[in-house]
């Protein structure tokens, strides 16, 4: 709340009063005070466009798209009342569709948006402002062409601001700044009557401020262990070029042991039989690594052996543990992966590397 001091001992509060009670529109109003004065939102931005409509295959609009000093993308999404209960999904669709801007495009949008209200900019002035206003230790350079040069991450900055914002918006933006470290920002905007104008203060409610050391230590703890934690055997094997795209794989017979021998199945194993082969897709997902001859459907490793297991005896191996037990690589005399990680082989350990 502010504070009005009308003499020595005369302090009057000033309410806060909703922007839509005080005839503030949306658009004509709230938008255009922000690309005039970015600080209503706490910090300092480059506009590069607002009202941005140049998404494919939908109509929707995006409220301001800027620039930090840190040369990150933010996306804007205004709100002068309480934020509904898709504003955050909004943002963060739009974030998406901005994810694949290049510097390039972005001061490209900057030149046609203020070229409206300007004298029509060249990319030397446009690349100069963007150079300036970006804070790094060596200034960006500016190419033959005129554009600034340096590059945009994938992930633009969100910040969300509005009259007010229920548990449906805090609740889902602080589980993803802290789970998942998108840099998503709430902004208060509170406005009050003052000698027939208005006074607008954007207040951040999210991340707080005492909060942000804390987040940003949490976020560095999870790129650490993100970084130590042991990668996955497909993306492993695959990045040392034992497992590459259309690599066959044939089902382990040494898996059917005396503890656990399915009826049959003996007889059946057959190495030229598509029931037991399959082959590497490349695809790094949870459930596309592999392809089955059987059916020429994808599966994980583990989701393929399970199901080789349900078709040849209608249940599991008591003793699964490791899909990659299950499957040997012709390339490498027919071991296990598992083995083959363990074991620290490489692409020239394949067969096919040592014959002419």
């Known amino acids: 709340m502010l504070f009005r001091i009308t003499g020595e001992s005369s302090v009057e509060p000033v309410p806060a009063q909703k922007l839509a009670g005080l005839g503030i529109l949306e658009r004509q109003d709230l938008q255009e005070w922000v690309v005039e004065e970015p600080q209503i939102l706490g910090e300092e931005l480059l506009i590069v466009t607002s009202e941005y409509a140049g998404f494919e295959n939908t109509l929707d609009r995006l409220d301001v798209l800027a ?93 969300l601001a509005a009259g007010d914002f229920g548990t449906e918006i805090t609740s889902p933006v602080l589980w993803l700044n802290q789970e998942y470290g998108l840099d998503i920002s709430c902004v208060r905007l509170q406005a009050y009557e003052h000698d027939g104008g208005y006074l607008v203060q954007g207040q951040r409610i999210i991340p707080v401020p005492e909060a942000e050391e804390y987040m940003t230590k949490r976020r560095k703890k999870q790129d650490t262990q993100s970084t130590n934690r042991r990668p996955p055997t497909f993306n492993l094997l695959f990045e040392r070029g034992v497992l590459r795209e259309g690599d066959e794989l044939l089902f382990n017979e040494a898996m059917f042991g005396e503890d656990w021998a399915p009826a049959g199945a003996d007889e059946r194993w057959d190495p030229e039989a598509d029931l037991w082969r399959a082959v590497v897709t ?75």
């Open 67 to 159: 620039l930090d000093r840190d040369g990150k993308l933010v996306v804007v999404e205004l709100k002068r009342d309480r934020a509904d209960a898709t504003t955050d999904l909004q943002a963060l669709k739009y974030a998406s569709f901005c994810s694949n801007l290049t510097a390039e495009d972005v001061q490209q949008l900057y030149q046609e948006f203020h070229s409206k209200n300007e004298a029509t900019l060249s990319p030397e002035e446009v690349g100069n402002r963007f150079a300036n206003f970006v804070d790094t230790d060596e200034r960006i350079p500016v190419d033959e062409t005129g554009w600034a040069t340096f590059e945009l991450d994938n992930r633009p900055r969100v910040v």
């Open 282 to 356: 490349g695809k790094p997902g949870l459930s596309n690594n592999v392809s089955w001859c059987y059916d020429d459907e994808e599966y994980s490793f583990t989701g393929l052996t399970r199901a080789i297991l349900l078709e040849i005896s209608g249940g599991d191996d008591p003793y699964f543990s490791n899909a990659f037990w299950y499957w040997t690589h012709p390339e490498f005399d027919y071991q296990n992966l598992s083995d083959l990680r363990d074991a620290q082989v490489t692409a020239s350990d394949r067969k096919s590397e040592h014959t002419n």
